[in-house]
């Protein structure tokens, strides 16, 4: 059909394989380019970059600027920008670390069960209320975001300050230290119920799309491009659980997990991490965005909005209060973000999050979302949040220096922009 | 005689100053296309969009079959059935054509997502019927030609049932078969009954389409008159000028007989 005859110069035979796959050249690009990426790494590397080890803290390390970039893809796709999430995920940490070290154990008395949730709970309210705040001063005063957020930006850092008196606030209660990352995993057998869960729904979700869309008497995809999608899907999928869990859990450690149970660990066991909890958050992250992004109403008209703000008005969009929903979106996620960086740390600190807006911004950029608005995804921000991620414990583990490495990570960006500009023209997109 | 399907009477809207729309009356009635004419800048689109409630007037009342009706909001004006296609076409330009058809009202399944196998079915049916060349459903609308933005934004007033349709240029940027098409589909839909407002800087386009004209000049109405009872000069001369010919019924805009008026 004409609509997929506007890609660029490629043979007509790889034309058919896309088109019939119906794949997002982009992101394959995307893949494509982070694939390189890592393989580059791991010949300077000398093998340790693509190690399950290095796996397993690359995805732990993305995690808290990922969770952002998802709500700043709404933020950007609505054509405003969102300065203050560092700030702001300072600020949420500063909360929930009072909350779980001072006030609840005053209440509940300390380590109790249910320290970990309701501190959680208590960081999203906030972040939620500081973002619809700053989304209502855009919607409804009608401040540009850029400065109602660079002023966020400088305030909320220092709410922060405010809030834990310039100090160290820790250590944070156990269980919640468990969504930081390598002191929470799943396991390797819940892992894999997991993977084979996720694997089942991919596909019946393939399966029910494909019997809608024939319902209908729509054209559907060729059953070979239906089976090749599948098995990349289970394979992806199974593929990163396995990654996980050959991750295997130091002998010593292993020891001490053992002896905090009474129990002694029999000889020659051993055990992987499997996927941890913040990793686990992320991906429900993901899916609740992306069904947001796809499947509702909301989704719909923050892409109308991103698109004509004044055709979405004049359809009867209240583009003001849709402007503070995105924002207490992004701001509920700087909460959850928060939970993971600090529970990461154990403690939460004054600096937590510094220069996080710009990975952020940077991660929804480098995945495709156009500061013009009206366009983005959310799997590319989170693959751009692992794209900036690589490149930087990457360059660490070569051994550049630390301003060599900021200075790639800035070309980087400006190249993975201007390579998207480029992408657009071809297509028409 | 028969109510009148639409009655604005005494509309005014001002823009820091501006009298951009001073004191208009204008009426429409079932299976008939009014066209408004005017100069740029003569307060046409900012008349209508007060019905279609993009804006809201500074006094002046709007009856719907007799009723008086309350149009705050572009939602208040689709409750009255009342539907427009803009000048600009109002497209979300990033979106395909069923998103657009059907934004704001989206199909949505028993869970309350948003269904767009549903939404590209209903869309392939009325493309059928008004543009059967249209293919590109999962394009974005910016991919499309001129004529099938139209179309799109066409499509959306005609959907949902209008009983009174508002046309801001419809042809403007449309090609010869294309404005025939939209011609055709005028008179089709005059037949079921629909009121049209028509605005158009096309003469030609308005004799041919429209039964009744409304001239309007610096925010106030020059006169109405049906074509049928003046001539192409006639209405130029009630554009440029502000001048209502004898077939005409003159409104507070008219300039005053004795030609010393300005």
């Known amino acids: 059909m004409s609509d997929t005859a506007l890609s660029g110069p490629k043979s007509p035979a790889a034309r058919n394989i896309f088109a019939a796959l119906q794949l997002d050249t982009r992101l394959l690009g995307m893949i494509g380019a982070f694939i390189v990426l890592c393989l580059v790494f791991n010949v300077f590397t000398d093998g340790r970059f693509l190690t399950p080890r290095n796996i397993f803290n690359l995805t732990i390390q993305?995690?808290?600027?990922?969770?952002?970039?998802?709500?700043?893809?709404?933020?950007?796709?609505?054509?405003?920008?969102?300065?203050?999430?560092?700030?702001?995920?300072?600020?949420?940490?500063?909360?929930?670390?009072?909350?779980?070290?001072?006030?609840?154990?005053?209440?509940?008395?300390?380590?109790?069960?249910?320290?970990?949730?309701?501190?959680?709970?208590?960081?999203?309210?906030?972040?939620?209320?500081i973002g619809a705040f700053q989304g209502w001063m855009i919607g409804y005063l009608g401040i540009p975001a850029f400065i109602v957020t660079l002023g966020g930006l400088l305030v909320w850092r220092n709410v922060a300050w405010f809030i834990t008196n310039g100090q160290t606030i820790g250590p944070l209660d156990e269980t919640f230290t468990m969504i930081g990352g390598i002191g929470g995993t799943m396991g390797e057998t819940a892992s894999w119920i997991f993977g084979i869960a996720?694997?089942?729904?991919?596909?019946?979700?393939?399966?029910?799309?494909?019997?809608?869309?024939?319902?209908?008497?729509?054209?559907?995809?060729?059953?070979?491009?239906?089976?090749?999608?599948?098995?990349?899907?289970?394979?992806?999928?199974?593929?990163?659980?396995?990654i996980l869990n050959a991750y295997e859990i130091p002998a010593a450690r292993l020891r001490r997990i053992f002896e905090a149970r009474g129990e002694t660990l029999p000889e020659g066991l051993t055990m992987g991490y499997g996927i941890p909890y913040s990793v686990l958050l992320l991906i429900i992250v993901a899916i609740v965005m992306t069904v947001v992004a796809r499947r509702t109403r909301l989704g719909r008209y923050i892409f109308a909005t991103g698109g004509n703000p004044d055709a979405a008005e004049l359809s009867g969009i209240n583009t003001r209060f849709l402007t503070v929903k995105v924002f207490a979106i992004m701001g509920g996620l700087c909460a959850l973000a928060a939970a993971v960086a600090s529970a990461r740390l154990g403690f939460s600190t004054n600096d937590i999050g510094t220069l996080d807006e710009l990975r952020v911004i940077a991660a929804a950029v480098i995945g495709g979302t156009a500061l013009a608005g009206g366009i983005g995804t959310i799997y590319g921000a989170i693959l751009g949040a692992l794209i900036m991620q690589s490149?930087?414990?990457?360059?660490?583990?070569?051994?550049?220096?630390?301003p060599l490495q900021n200075i790639v990570v800035g070309v980087v960006l400006v190249i993975a922009v201007l390579v998207d500009i480029i992408y657009r023209k071809r297509t028409g997109d | 005689m028969a109510t009148p399907l639409v009655e604005m009477k005494d509309m005014c809207i001002s823009f820091g100053g501006v009298r951009a729309v001073d004191h208009v009356s204008v009426d429409l009635y079932p299976g008939e296309v009014v066209g408004l004419l005017g100069h740029n800048g003569a307060g046409?689109?900012?008349?209508?969009?007060?019905?279609?409630?993009?804006?809201?007037?500074?006094?002046?009342?709007?009856?719907?079959?007799?009723d008086q009706a309350h149009i705050h909001s572009p939602r208040d004006a689709r409750h009255h059935n009342i539907e427009t296609i803009y000048q600009t076409l109002a497209l979300a330009d990033n979106l395909d054509a069923a998103s657009n058809l059907f934004l704001g009202r989206e199909l949505t399944s028993p869970l309350g997502f948003v269904d767009d196998d549903a939404m590209e079915a209903e869309t392939r049916k009325i493309m059928g019927r008004l543009?059967?060349?249209?293919?590109?459903?999962?394009?974005?609308?910016?991919?499309?030609?001129?004529?099938?933005?139209?179309?799109v934004a066409i499509a959306r007033a005609v959907y949902f049932n209008a009983k009174i349709l508002i046309m801001d240029e419809p042809t403007a940027a449309l090609g010869v078969h294309e404005t025939q098409m939209v011609a055709e589909l005028i008179q089709e839909l005059k037949k079921q009954g629909l009121g049209i407002f028509l605005i158009s800087h096309d003469i030609h386009d308005v004799f041919q389409l429209c039964d009744r004209i409304a001239v309007m000049k610096n925010g106030q109405l020059v006169g109405t008159a049906k074509t049928t009872d003046v001539t192409d000069d006639?209405?130029?001369?009630?554009?440029?000028?502000?001048?209502?010919?004898?077939?005409?019924?003159?409104?507070?805009?008219?300039l005053a007989d004795d030609g010393a008026g300005d």
């Not at chain 1, 729904?201 to 494909?210: F, G």
């Not at chain 1, 491009?225 to 593929?239: D, N, P, V």
């Not at chain 1, 490149?391 to 630390?402: K, T």
């Open chain 1, 391 to 402: 490149l930087q414990s990457g360059m660490a583990m070569v051994g550049v220096d630390a």
């Open chain 2, 44 to 66: 046409k689109s900012t008349l209508i969009k007060i019905l279609s409630g993009a804006y809201k007037a500074d006094s002046g009342e709007i009856l719907i079959n007799g």
């Open chain 1, 62 to 129: 993305t995690v808290s600027v990922a969770i952002m970039a998802t709500g700043m893809v709404f933020v950007i796709v609505t054509r405003h920008i969102d300065l203050s999430v560092g700030s702001l995920l300072a600020t949420v940490a500063a909360v929930m670390a009072v909350v779980q070290t001072d006030v609840l154990p005053a209440v509940l008395g300390l380590g109790h069960p249910g320290i970990w949730i309701l501190a959680i709970v208590a960081g999203v309210i906030v972040g939620v209320l």
């Open chain 1, 198 to 242: 996720a694997v089942a729904a991919a596909l019946w979700l393939q399966v029910a799309s494909r019997r809608r869309k024939s319902s209908h008497g729509f054209p559907v995809k060729p059953l070979w491009a239906e089976a090749t999608m599948a098995a990349i899907t289970t394979i992806a999928i199974l593929g990163f659980v396995w």
């Open chain 2, 234 to 254: 006639d209405v130029l001369g009630m554009i440029i000028l502000g001048k209502c010919p004898a077939g005409a019924t003159p409104g507070p805009g008219a």
């Open chain 2, 131 to 151: 543009n059967p060349n249209f293919k590109k459903f999962h394009a974005p609308v910016k991919a499309l030609s001129g004529g099938q933005r139209q179309s």
